[in-house]
Structure formats: C-alpha cells, structure tokens
C-alpha cells in the first residue's frame, strides 16, 4: 500500500507572544515521525510524507495514496484534531483511526465526560467554570480539586498549582485557564491514589493491551502526586508494564477501556487514561483516539510484554483500518491478531 502520512512537527507553527510555554506541547518530534515510518516500511509500506493540515490542503488534488496515517493533532480549537480527517473523509481518502467525530467528541474533555456517564462509565466528578459565578458548583464536590484545561493534551496546562485545597486558589486557576489558554476550565475532584494507561486496538471487538502504571520520581504510589507538563518534558514520568497490580484491578480497567473506546466509537487504535483512588475504585480521565506514538512512550512499552513489538503493533493498526475499509482479506486480519492477547 502507498501510506499517506500527516503529522504536526513542534517546528511547524511557530509560537506567537500570546501563547502559553507549552502551547507546542502535543505535536511530534521528527524521530517520532521517522520511527513511524520505519514500521510501516518494515511492514512492506511505502510512505509518502504529507505533514500538517496546510500541506494535506495544498496536495488535496494530488495525493495518490490508498490510506493514510493521521497523527495531526491541529494549532487550535476544539475541532483541531478534526481537520485531517475532515478533509479526507471530504475526498473518500481512507485514513487510519477515529474519524473526524471521535476526535471532536474526546478531545472535549466535557463532551467525553458526559458519553462515560451516559453509559455508566466512572469518571471524576466536575463542573465547568469560566468565572467566579461557576464556583458555587464547588459546594457539590469539595477540595481537594484539579483544575485543567477542556480541550488540550499533553498536561497542557497543568502545573503543580493545579491540584486547588481552598477557594482562591481554585479562583486563581480557573482564571489563568481562561485567560491564557482561553477555554474553560475542567474543575475535576482530585483522585488521590495511583494511575494507569490502558491502550485499546480493534474495531468488531477492541482488545485492550497489557495495564502501562505511571512512575513519578521513581514512584509509583502517587497519592497527591500527577502529571505535569514540566515534569513530562524533564523525563520524570516512567513506565510500569505490566503494572504490578491484581487480576482484578487489571481486568476492571481492560473492560472499562474496552467500554470507554466503544462509547465514543474510536477505530483501530485507542488509549484510556485512569487514576484509581485508595479504595481501588478505577475513574476514566480520558480516552486519547491519538495516543501518542513516540518510542519512548507506552506504545514501545506494552508490545514487549505480549511478545510483540513497536513495528508490529503499528503495523496492526494499519491492518485493522485496511479491513474497516475492505482493502484486505478478513482471513489474513485473523491470522495477523491472533496472538494478540484477549
Ligand atoms: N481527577 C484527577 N485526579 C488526579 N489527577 C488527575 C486528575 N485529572 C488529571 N490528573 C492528572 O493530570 C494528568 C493529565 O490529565 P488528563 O485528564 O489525562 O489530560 P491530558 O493527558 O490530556 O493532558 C493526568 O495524567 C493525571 O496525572
Ligand atoms: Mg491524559
């Protein structure tokens, strides 16, 4: 197959004074890129580079590829993620992953939120806030709280002030969501406890993969502690895989991120974010239908401890889009994920 291959580099759009430090913090490096195409040659491929959403806009008329592989993450907006597969989906151009809906619907922390209640999925209580008005929801949850951002990724905008204990520090980070980030605020109750990562691929029936734990500073019983932006670029955030955790734990977490990528009807390739509290009580953060494909990151992690590895998982994914669209034989798809654990 010819893979058409779209992508945002961090070098792609240039920072303007208004935006926060971290404003490039979802888009890939270059080794990223490179390591991706490295797979889907070994896979037999031949990748075309097409790179950001301006560029997919320039060669619309001339792209000649059978599919592509979308990791765009867009500049701004909550239809960000959108764009790509909008514009594919415009041109009848088959593309890897959730379509143009999933990823509006996710990447809307809010919208994802009010999907898992729906089909009674846990996740953190919350409320909405874009001004002092939208405080008094607070009586409802109480401190401790973490305040994020609605429609970003990557920890943008999270920093060690956002876990709030008292009223003018929740005042304070609603604000500064505003403002510098202009959305509103995710005011969340804070999961005091441990966290987890659950990747997802399929489509009839999605498998979860092995249970990734999340190590900060070298521990893994976080209690107050999270996930920042600073502490994600400084190479404080480790892997544990397979998490050293129950049976138990491990098989509510895989049927929820099973559970949690069907409610907002991801494709081929998923991952679900959990914070689990004292009592073990597992709540879905998020799902990221773009979850990110860095060989440092949880995809070069979990292949190894089901006997695979990064080139082959991707190669996987890119199999299972081809079947969504018809483009290969469902009898070479069984034999490809048959050792994929279930
Ligand atoms: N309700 C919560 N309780 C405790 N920690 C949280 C909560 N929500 C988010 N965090 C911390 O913030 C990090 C980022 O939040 P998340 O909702 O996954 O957004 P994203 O990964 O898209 O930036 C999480 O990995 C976790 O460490
Ligand atoms: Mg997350």
Known sequence: ????????????????????????????????????????EKGGHTVKKIGNVRNLLTQMDHLDVDIVFNICEGKQGRN????????LEMRGIPFIGADALSLGMTLDKVIAKKMFISEGIPTPRFFVARDHDDLKALNDIGFPLIVKTRHEGSSKGISSNSRVT???????????IHTRYRQSALVEE????????????????????PVVQVSIGGNTELGDDFYTYE???????????????SPELTKKMQELAVRAYQCVECRDVGRVDFRVDEKGNPYVLEINPLPTLDPDESFNIFPKVIGSNYD???????????????????????????????
């Open 231 to 245: 502490r994600v670029s400084a190479g404080g955030v480790r892997y544990v895989c397979p998490a050293k955790i």
């Open 166 to 176: 008292d009223y003018e520090s929740l005042k304070r980070q609603v604000h500064l």
């Open 80 to 87: 960000r993620e959108s764009q790509v597969p909008l514009l």
């Open 1 to 40: 197959m010819i893979i058409g291959m779209t992508y945002d580099l961090k070098s792609d759009w240039a920072l303007s004074p208004d935006d926060p430090h971290d404003a490039n913090a979802e888009f890939d490096k270059p080794r990223t890129v490179e390591r991706i195409i490295e797979a889907l």
């Open 190 to 209: 804070f999961i005091r406890g441990t966290e987890y990562t659950v990747p997802v691929l399929g489509n009839d029936e999605p498998q979860a993969m």
């Open 312 to 342: 082959e998982i991707l190669n996987k994914i890119v199999n299972f889009a081809l079947e969504r669209y018809g483009l290969i034989d469902k009898k070479y798809m069984e034999q490809s994920t048959a050792e994929l654990p279930r």
